[in-house]
């Protein structure tokens, strides 16, 4: 049967895809050492831990979903994920390699068990899935993407939105479905998105660090009392899209309760608060 | 027919359900992107959404007012547009999301469109 090995929450940009991009110089540079540093060593743990998939929880910024029919939950059932144009032409990467056959296993479980995701034979990822994704699973020295991913995205643009308890049990469900998958792969849950950041109205650029910090703190100790707040405390704490923190909180609940954090970084820079939390689950 | 006092009932749970799901009290310079926004944002949303094509794009470049002319855009949201009013346009009900990508056609990068916002206050 599949495990669940750990889980990552990590945040999304643009400006990480900018940075990466530019090369290794500038990843490690005074200015981006502090994120990208903390980085390397989810990659090295990953190259230790040699997960078989990542189930890479993430939200879409309209570049595969529209307004037209926008999915509340939405499942990668493909077995590769082009990447998106999101209007400055596509980045360089190869289609991400998918896994079909788990992500069915994983839409039949999640249906049965009463989540209802939108299913999708044809996904193309935005930065939501690979702003992070290069630093922790790509070979830029063949070019390849390493593991499969089974990609699984959450509404966090046009409300009403899922509440935040709806995606813990979201990942609770999801951690089920992976238990019960037949073959013997290890899985790493990874959620995508926040920290604190506003890029609309008079608020536009503002992070809260000390709440950046209790949020990363709560999901390793306390994941069940980030369920209690809501989009509206979200927003008055982090920010108008800093509720994609549910992402997060989404991938805690695929985890053992008592997994705990090994890597934990945290850098506000500019208009955005920056974190990495890679959880072990024992075993 | 739902007699009076279930109706009632029934509209009390609603309000107490909707709670979960639909911030209140948020300060005004809050927003959210929701009924109201995208209801009235439609058009404007399509119109930057189609910049995620190769093709809008080029004819953004070559011929604003014919690629304006396939989003059946008010005369107001011509003028946001041609303005590049982004306050007018988020307050128009464009989504950040499609925002970024009309700002990489215009050539505004985000840090001015921030500006932007942050003295709209």
Known sequence: MARVLGGIGASHAPSMEHVYDAGEETRRNEEW????????????????????????????????????????FALGVADEYPIADEGFGARPFPPLPGDSRMGWHIARSLVADEFDPTICQELEVD?????????????????????????????????????????????????????????????????????????????????TPDWDQEF????????????????????????????????????RGALPREAKPIVKAYYAHKIMGYGLEAFAAAQ | MLNESTATELTEDY???????????????????????????LRLNKAAYSLKEAEQRELFARDENAWMDQFGLT???????????????????????????????????????????????
């Open chain 1, 33 to 72: 050492e502090p994120l990208f540093g903390p980085f390397q060593e989810v990659s090295e743990w990953l190259g230790e831990l040699r997960p078989d998939r990542l189930v890479v929880i993430y939200n879409d910024h309209m570049d595969e979903f529209f307004l037209n029919a926008y999915p509340t």
């Open chain 1, 127 to 207: 930065h939501g899935v690979i702003s992070p994704l290069p630093m922790v699973d790509f070979s830029e020295g063949d070019g390849q993407w390493r593991i499969p991913v089974v990609p699984l995205a959450v509404n966090v643009i046009l409300h009403p939105l899922p509440t935040p308890r709806r995606c813990y049990k979201l990942g609770q469900a999801l951690r089920r479905a992976i238990l019960s998958y037949p073959e013997d792969l290890g899985v790493v849950v990874v959620g995508t998105g926040g920290l604190s950041h506003q890029l609309t109205g008079p608020r536009f650029g503002r992070v």
């Open chain 1, 216 to 251: 990363m703190r709560l999901l390793a100790e306390d994941p069940e009392s980030l369920c209690d707040y809501k989009h509206e405390d979200l927003i008055k704490l982090g920010g108008t899209e800093s509720v994609e923190v549910v992402n997060w909180l989404a991938m």
């Open chain 2, 15 to 41: 309000l107490a359900r909707l709670d979960a799901v639909r911030p209140r009290d948020l300060p005004e310079d809050l927003d959210l992107f929701d009924e109201e926004t995208a209801t009235r944002g």
């Open chain 2, 75 to 121: 005369d107001k949201e011509r003028e946001l547009m041609r303005a590049r009013d982004w306050i007018g346009l988020w307050r128009a009900g464009m989504s950040i999301y499609v925002m970024v990508k009309l700002s990489g056609v215009t050539g505004v990068p985000l840090p001015e469109i921030g500006r932007q916002m942050r003295e709209s206050g």
